[in-house]
């Protein structure tokens, strides 16, 4: 990248009219992506975007400026955008000299992705859609997607932090239709993390894809689901999305601080049963929201949100933990450089608890079973939040019976956190393809134990079932 | 060297031999200010640019992209892509479209005012929000997200086939989210505004609507679950529309994606229903000369009284059917090739006014919010989301509601559309979603 006499030039062109704290933000990301679809290669992309960003703090206000061209000239331009904005109340600084941060966590990667030829990977797709056609023929659609980005960042800033950062991220996606008259079935799949080719060894595409295709079609089998209240069991790993949509979004700073999270105000108090422990971790190897730094340059932690039923601590960045004073959690993410950096989680988790998963199912007398979620969304306010569930089955005297569609969960995160009464000891990370959406894109990763919910509010076109409560 | 130059040196690099090349070129300055308790939190300013190119060999397409436009990186580009067009699989009905005439014509999409408007201007503008929006009553306490956003974007298109053509546009908006606290009350309201220019805007009704949603709907409950009329606003009514919108292109109905693949040339909504999609909508947000690979933009009407009469197409999609495009390629940006969606999409009005729509129902939600609207299912149809909103008993609002589900799956519902008001709405989504206040009926509401 730029050496460094012309990183501290452009700092100290930064905070030439005052300010607290300059930063730069260099980054380099190439991407390839190919989409098979009705059984042709259809799209192949490859592309760079490579920018940088220079931010300047001055009180509360951050001033941000960035380009798409990554000379001195260009940096300079911006940094003198941003000191413009810098009010003249304290006088010029100059940087502390820059000092390189070794990461303590590595995201170490085996097989580069040029390891593979493009036409390599174009056959492993072609190879993962003829698998998934070949599980049934009432797939009647397949379209699968290889993607692979190589992001390298470059942070600096005028405390003297030189931190770099890689991230390898390799995702393969499979999204099939199953159709049987009029009824159609769509479900999506795929693999994914911060890895490089060894994903393809160490888990197997065409296993899930086959196993996809194969829920596709026993769902066509579904019946709308019931609506009303009742009880809902929650699976492991994926699963997880509930907890980071419904209270983890909750517990980022800059809701906390602007006082609009129902968090606010409660760290030491009793959120939940005291079986239950939940986690931010971006330190975990080669997982999807993994990080060595984040992008402001912090070292990824391993962030205990809730323990044992207590609120401990909330994701922060940089921002919001310069006006409490104090220091962020490496939660400061962004999505590109044309982004200022907000809180954001990582890898987040519910921890395993004491409970047989095989159990929660078995004194379940009436409920359903939430195998698979689709996407979910939060109202941040209240904490109010919504869940498609795209494989749902009842749950009737203690066992799955008839397979649902069409459900969806409505519930306030903190309210249905307090109410859980179980919590499995299956812990189980997601397949490491979720994306989190806030204003901005970020990889995420979720995970939890089997949940158990006593009682949620289930939406669903079929009438209420009578007598669907109870535990 | 201006971006149609640049584009034109790309496109006569790719083509030879035989292949047919598209250069894409989108730059602009962008604008974001964010306002926290009377001060600026976040300020964001820049100039971006971004390059696509397209090539098609014997019906092979590849594609790369830079933002970087020194020789070297734009001769990489092209090789990429020419390098990508090999492995892919041919289909003969791949080509760029020839070129045809644009009507020259002031689609109202640029407003030079922009120009002239100062970040001062923007932090002043965006104060005023949060003040009108805290003013609006004294349980509004916190506000969030409170953001103002500009750009000014010029496009340029080149193709091998002759086509070369460029625009600009211009865009304004303002966001903010507020919470109304009371006891242990919380409720979110929101306010918004968009338009070509910052003096499209009006600050004070962006801040009153947001507090004053807030506080109404405190003290929001779930009702019981039944089968029940649901009112929608325009802005509850987008994502719907949004679904819908997906449902029917050609994309959909040729790979059977969509949960009207065998309904065309039947009656598949109320006749209350007329669904239209205009690219040449003057002032629309998704208004433009031509779409993303050159072609005309035009009008297409979709539903006609409740008759599905047409689907959206691109260049591909309409070879493929012995049709022609209706110019609805579209794309988010330099960094993929077009593909295909609605532009200005919405609703036909009707005659009757939003409160005399609400006036004549007995019972049922008037939904002002919707959650998870990301989960309509545009291929089989399912359509379950939760709703905030007011319930309504004998043509009046009797209190808030929150925490319930309504559902109805698409095909259903389009035939349950029992009115539609006047008062159409557009909202910037992919592309640009427009409704009326619409009643629906016979919609399961999940609650208590
Ligand atoms: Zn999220």
Request: aromatic share 6%.
């Amino acid at each position: 990248m730029l050496p460094e006499q012309s990183i501290q030039k452009i700092i100290n062109t930064a905070l030439r009219n005052g300010g607290d704290l300059a930063e730069v933000y260099l980054e380099d990301t190439d991407r390839l992506t190919l989409v098979l679809d009705d059984q042709k290669l259809e799209t192949a992309t490859r592309g760079s975007d490579i920018g940088g960003g220079v931010r300047v703090f001055y009180g509360q206000t951050a001033a941000y400026a960035y380009t798409d061209d990554l000379s001195e000239e260009a940096l300079l331009a911006a940094a003198e955008a941003a000191a413009a904005a810098a009010r003249s109340t304290n006088q010029a600084r100059v940087a502390v000299d820059l000092t390189r941060r070794i990461p303590s966590v590595t995201h170490p990667i085996k097989r580069p992705f040029d390891q593979m030829s493009i036409a390599e990977k174009a056959a492993l797709l072609r190879q993962i859609d003829q698998t998934g056609r070949a599980t049934s023929s009432l797939i009647s659609q397949l379209m699968t997607s290889y993607t692979q980005t190589s992001r390298r960042v470059w942070i600096y800033n005028s405390d003297g932090v030189w931190a770099e950062d890689e991230r390898f991220m390799l995702e393969l996606r499979a999204s099939l239709v199953a159709k049987r008259g009029d009824a159609l079935q769509t479900i999506t799949t795929g693999l994914g993390g911060q890895t490089g080719l060894e994903m393809l060894d160490e888990r197997d595409p065409l296993t899930a894809v086959k196993e996809a295709a194969e829920t596709a079609v026993h769902m066509l089998d579904a019946k709308p689901a019931p609506a009303g209240e009742m009880t809902v069991v929650i699976n492991n790993g994926w699963g997880g999305v509930l907890f980071h949509e419904a209270c983890g979004h909750c517990m980022e700073a800059d809701f906390i601080t602007s006082g609009a999270s129902a968090y606010a105000g409660m760290v030491g108090e009793r959120v939940g049963p005291d079986f239950l422990t939940a986690i931010d971790d971006g330190t975990i190897p080669n997982r999807r929201g993994s990080l060595r730094f984040d992008d402001e340059g912090t070292p990824a932690q391993k962030v205990t949100l809730i323990e044992n039923g207590i609120l401990k601590e909330y994701m922060w960045d940089l921002t919001e933990a310069r006006r409490l004073g104090r220091e962020s959690t490496g939660n400061g993410r962004r999505q590109s450089f044309r982004h200022m950096p907000m809180p954001r989680m990582t890898n987040t988790y519910i921890d395993a608890g004491p409970h047989d998963p095989e159990e929660i199912i078995r004194s379940t007398k009436k409920g359903l079973f939430a195998k698979r979620l689709g996407g979910g969304q939060v109202e941040i306010g209240r904490g109010d939040y919504v869940f498609a569930v795209t494989e749902g089955y009842l749950i009737e005297d203690g066992r799955l019976t008839t397979p649902v569609r069409g459900a969806t969960l409505v519930g306030n995160g903190p309210e249905t956190l307090r109410q859980i009464d179980m919590i499995g000891s299956d812990l189980a990370l997601d397949p490491g393809i979720g994306m989190c959406g806030k204003g901005q894109s970020a990889r995420v990763s979720v995970g939890q134990p089997t949940v158990r919910v006593p009682k949620l509010t289930v939406g669903g076109t079929d009438q209420p079932i009578s007598g669907l409560m109870g535990g | 060297m201006n971006h149609i130059e640049v584009a034109k040196s790309v496109v006569k690099k790719a083509a030879i031999d035989g292949v047919e090349a598209e250069a894409y070129v989108v730059s602009g300055t962008q604008t974001s200010v964010q306002i926290r308790q009377g001060e600026v939190e976040k300020l964001s300013y820049a100039g971006s640019k971004g390059l696509g190119v397209r090539v098609l060999i014997d019906g092979k397409m590849g594609y790369a992209y830079t933002s970087d436009f020194s020789h070297d990186s734009l001769d990489q580009a092209v090789h990429s892509a020419l390098e990508l067009a090999e492995i892919s699989d041919a289909d003969p009905n791949r080509v760029l479209p020839e070129p045809k005439p644009i009507v020259d014509e002031d689609l109202a999409i640029y407003d030079s005012s922009m120009d002239g408007v100062s970040t001062e201007e923007k932090v002043v503008f965006q104060k005023a929000v949060e003040a009108a929006a805290l003013g609006a009553d004294e349980r509004v306490k916190v506000a969030a997200m409170n953001m103002y956003m500009d750009s000014v974007t010029e496009v340029s298109l080149v193709n091998s086939k002759g086509f070369s053509g460029a625009y600009q546009s211009t865009f304004s908006g303002a966001y903010i989210m507020v919470m109304a606290i009371d006891g242990d009350e919380r409720a979110t309201g929101f306010g918004y505004g968009f338009g070509r220019s910052l003096k499209a805007l009006d600050p004070q009704k962006i801040g009153r609507d947001a507090g004053e949603q807030a506080v109404k709907l405190l003290g929001g409950s779930p009702v019981p679950t039944q089968v029940a009329t649901v009112v929608y606003t325009p802005f509850a009514a987008s994502s719907l529309l949004g679904a819908l919108s997906q449902a029917l292109t050609a994309k959909a109905m040729q790979r059977q994606r969509t949960f009207l693949h065998d309904k065309f040339g039947e009656a598949v909504a109320s006749d209350m229903v007329t669904l239209l999609d205009n690219g040449r909508l003057p002032g629309g947000f998704a208004t433009r000369p031509f779409d993303d690979e050159g072609n005309p933009t035009g009008a297409t009407r979709l539903i006609d009284e409740g008759v599905f009469q047409a689907v959206l197409y691109d260049e591909y999609s309409a070879r493929k059917d012995g049709q022609v495009s209706t110019g609805n390629a579209s794309r988010r940006s330099h960094t993929g090739p077009p593909g295909l969606s609605a532009s200005n999409f919405y609703i036909q009005p009707g005659p009757d006014s939003a409160e005399s729509l609400i006036a004549d129902v007995e019972k049922g939600l008037y939904v002002v919010n919707v959650m998870n609207t990301h989960s309509i299912n545009p291929v089989n149809g399912d359509y379950s989301v939760s709703a905030q909103g007011f319930w309504i008993e004998n043509g009046k609002m009797t209190h808030p509601v929150n925490g319930v589900t309504i559902a109805l799956p698409l095909d259903q519902l389009l035939y349950n559309v029992s009115q539609v008001a006047n008062d159409l709405t557009f909202i910037p989504m992919m592309g640009a979603i427009g409704s009326p206040t619409i009643r629906v009926d016979g919609v399961t509401i999940g609650g208590m």
